[in-house]
């Protein structure tokens, strides 16, 4: 007789199973400056990473920093390209693999 897992929904279609990707939080790093952080990924997972802000900035002169993935290090940095940039939006990168 086959095991395994799965779960439907309530139309009856399947929505998890033993073979579905799951995301699995890895870590978490506050961030306010530029930097990086070199991560282990499981081998054959997809990394992924998500910056959640302290709080919500409105109006003019706050920066968000880019967040990106390259390789096994996790990258991010506040652009300073517009000259009204008076504060960096400090906040937690998530990240993590499926």
Not at 43 to 49: C, D, S, V
Not at 60 to 81: E, F, L, T
């Amino acid at each position: 007789m086959p095991q395994g897992l799965q779960v439907f929904n309530g139309s009856g279609l399947e929505e998890l199973s033993l073979t579905t990707r799951i995301p699995k939080i890895l870590g978490t790093v506050y961030v306010n400056s530029n930097g990086s952080l070199a991560i282990t990924v499981p081998a054959g997972n997809t990394p992924f990473a998500m910056f959640v802000p302290d709080a919500i900035y409105q109006g003019i002169g706050y920066a968000y920093p880019s967040v990106k993935i390259v390789g096994s290090v996790i990258q991010w940095s506040y652009s300073n390209r517009d000259y009204a940039i008076t504060s960096y939006v400090p906040g937690t990168i998530t990240y993590g693999c499926y």
